[in-house]
């Protein structure tokens, strides 16, 4: 159909999603933008953050990590360093890594010079994310 | 002449060996399935890369990325990726000597070289060198993971921008095809423009080219995506490596079977001489008997 979207989405292990959509919300490094069919071409980069994907009545959320996407000839592709499926998060993990996240966060804050507070804060990010495309945050 | 007792202990042992090898190699044969497999998933994600970087790279000004300086080169920083197990034949006796024979070439410039490595085989072989080895992660190759990748190609990032070295290669054992690896040097950074527009760039064409919306401008998009290419190209050279290493086991058992069989055909030949001669022998000594017996 010509009023849909091809959105792909690749990461280093698999192709997360390749289906024709409606509307696909990304999250932008300037902010937050939707892509529809026949949008421009576009290449932006990403933050970590909540991807959504609407197709008729369905949504789908998925949760990306960095990366970059490029939008031509109605065709999306995400390329991120992580991407998981709503359906494909596993909650426990994340919430330990987000423990553990906070945990480094603190212990950064408090002196201790051996830890990355970027990496902790990206890390953290990232946990949260993964709940919040779960419903658990 | 060894005695039929001796030989026989000997072909058992030689067709327990024969067995093991075997096994081996079937099981190098299934690993290597899901090791080209890998490489065949990663490869969408390596060509889009590399498409995209191409895209960004041909309209900006080379100069005005730390990451694509191109400095006088005398320290030269070298990514050596290796199996973590051996019984594959010279695989990794390979990839060693060519990056000791590098190393030697360059010092001879008068360059310094060090090492970055992934990989056991390689870090235990570099480590007694005169070489520096600067970090390393081993025990990876079983199950390759980015996040390895990343955290060397943080490493060699690092060293580049605080101009400890002028130059990365990364030596890997390239996958020509399941008879042959070659241990290959390629050049990660500086990154080169060519190696930006490179022929990976010029996919699949649909249309004439559009021209982008930037989101945000070239260069910070550049800035960005330019660590994550790093990692990309040494993320590809591990999941090349694990495939060689799995195909190079296979040939290296597959030859050790046949050795083993062909040990085993001249043995069983002694053998039977062997008892043939005892027989003869002992006929020989009862027709000798009767006949004396009868004169």
Not at chain 1, 58 to 73: L, R
Not at chain 2, 14 to 24: G, L, V
Not at chain 2, 162 to 177: A, P, S, T
Not at chain 2, 228 to 235: D, G, K, L, R
């Amino acid at each position: 159909m010509a009023n849909k979207l091809l959105l792909e989405v690749v990461t280093p292990t698999k192709l997360v999603i390749s289906s024709d959509v409606d509307l696909a919300t990304a999250p932008g490094e300037d902010g937050e933008f939707g892509v529809m069919a026949n949008h421009a071409p576009l290449l932006a980069s990403l933050k970590i953050g909540e991807m959504r994907v609407n197709d008729g009545s369905n949504t789908t959320k998925i949760a990306v990590s960095g990366g970059f996407c490029e939008v031509s000839n109605n065709k999306m592709t995400v390329l991120a360093e992580a991407a998981e499926k709503s359906d494909d998060i596993d909650v426990d993990r994340a919430l330990k890594a987000k423990e553990r996240a906070e945990k480094r966060l603190q212990e950064a804050k408090s002196g201790r010079e051996d830890i990355d507070e970027a990496r902790a804060q990206a890390a953290l990010q990232r946990a949260l994310v993964r709940l919040k495309v779960t419903g658990r945050a | 002449m060894p005695s039929l007792k001796d030989i026989k202990i000997k072909i058992g042992g030689i067709q327990k060996t024969e067995q093991i090898t075997k096994a081996m190699n079937m099981v190098a044969a299934a690993k290597l399935r899901g090791a080209q497999e890998k490489m065949e998933d990663f490869r969408p994600y390596a060509d889009k890369f590399a498409a995209v970087m191409g895209e960004l790279g041909g309209s900006v000004n080379p100069n005005a990325f730390p990451l694509m300086a191109i400095r006088p080169v005398k320290k030269v920083l070298v990514i050596a990726v290796t199996a973590d197990r051996g019984l594959c034949g010279a695989f990794n006796a390979n990839i060693i000597s060519a990056s000791e024979k590098y190393a030697k070439s360059q010092v001879s410039e008068g360059k310094t070289v060090s090492f970055l490595c992934i990989g056991k085989k390689g870090y235990h072989y570099l480590r007694n060198t005169d070489f520096e080895v600067v970090d390393y992660v081993t025990d990876c190759m079983a199950a390759i993971q980015m996040q390895d990748a990343r955290k060397m190609g943080q490493v060699a990032i690092n060293l580049f921008l605080e101009e400890k070295v002028d130059q990365v290669q990364l030596l890997y054992g390239r996958f020509i095809n399941v008879v042959t690896q070659k241990p290959t040097f390629k050049r990660i950074l500086p990154i080169s423009k060519e190696g930006l527009g490179g022929e990976e760039a010029k996919g699949d064409d649909e249309g004439p080219k559009a021209t982008y919306i930037y989101e945000p401008e070239p260069e910070r998009i550049l800035n960005q995506l330019m660590p994550m290419y790093v990692n990309v190209q040494i993320m590809a050279a591990m999941l090349e490596t694990a495939a060689s290493e799995q195909a190079a086991r296979m040939t290296a058992m597959d030859n050790a079977t046949r050795a083993c069989e062909d040990m085993i055909h001249t043995l069983t030949l002694t053998y039977n001489k062997a008892r043939q001669a005892s027989i003869t022998k002992e006929l020989m000594d009862i027709v000798g008997g009767a006949e004396a017996l009868k004169g």
